[in-house]
């Protein structure tokens, strides 16, 4: 075999290496990212069910002093600033207000996000983001002694939670593990005493046994 047949061998192989490199490289860095925001969202959700509880607590035992809530507004905001590192803001070009929407070319009009906890950031916030803001939002009128109907501001939260988890789900995308419908759950009676008596026997020790 002649040298520039060894050489052309050498270079294709070489070029193959570095491919195989750089994917496997690419995989591990793409798990990577889906630990980290897996990580994120679970900082997300645990402060919304927290400023959730906050803004009306089924317990009259259940009280959140306005400091303990604006603590929830600081974390909050900073999940959202943290998201960032996951979802930058959106550019866009050549755009001008027009009746209070974005207008841009080709022509498109949607609403827009401005970033109202960045300062000087530029583009627009993506979608997501916008649920854990709703939330920091919350902790801060409950935070100040705002009025308004708190089993409402509970609602909003609540519902924005499911939102947001809905759109980080989508965002894993491949990441998830997939069920069929046969793994389907069924309806949960929110009255536990409408449940079926369990199958299997619980034995517990008598009070003061211990």
């Not at 990441?175 to 419908?181: A, H, N, Q, T």
């Amino acid at each position: 075999m002649s040298e520039g047949m060894l050489a052309a061998i050498a270079g294709v192989a070489a070029v193959v290496v570095t491919l195989a490199q750089w994917y496997f490289s690419s995989r591990a860095a793409s798990r990577q990212r889906d630990v980290e925001m897996t990580q994120w969202g679970h900082e997300v959700i645990d402060v919304m069910a927290e400023i959730e509880t906050a803004c009306f607590p089924l317990s009259p035992e259940t009280r959140c002093s306005p400091s303990e809530i604006e603590k929830l507004s600081q974390q909050a905001s900073a999940l959202v600033d943290k998201g960032r590192l996951f979802f930058p803001n959106v550019k866009t070009n050549d755009q001008h207000d027009f009746l209070g929407l974005r207008v841009g070319w080709p022509p498109s009009f949607f609403r827009a996000k401005h970033s109202d906890d960045s300062g000087d950031d530029e583009g627009l916030r993506v979608e997501i983001l916008d649920y854990v803001l709703r939330a920091c939002y919350v902790a801060r009128h409950l935070a100040i002694g705002g009025g308004g109907d708190k089993k409402t501001l509970r609602a909003q939260v609540w519902q924005s939670r499911g939102d947001f988890v809905s759109l980080l789900q989508k965002e894993m995308g491949s990441s998830l593990r997939e069920k069929g419908s046969d793994s389907a759950g069924a309806h949960v009676p929110k009255d536990p005493r409408l449940w079926e008596l369990p199958e299997r026997p619980l034995t517990l020790p008598q009070s003061g046994s211990l």
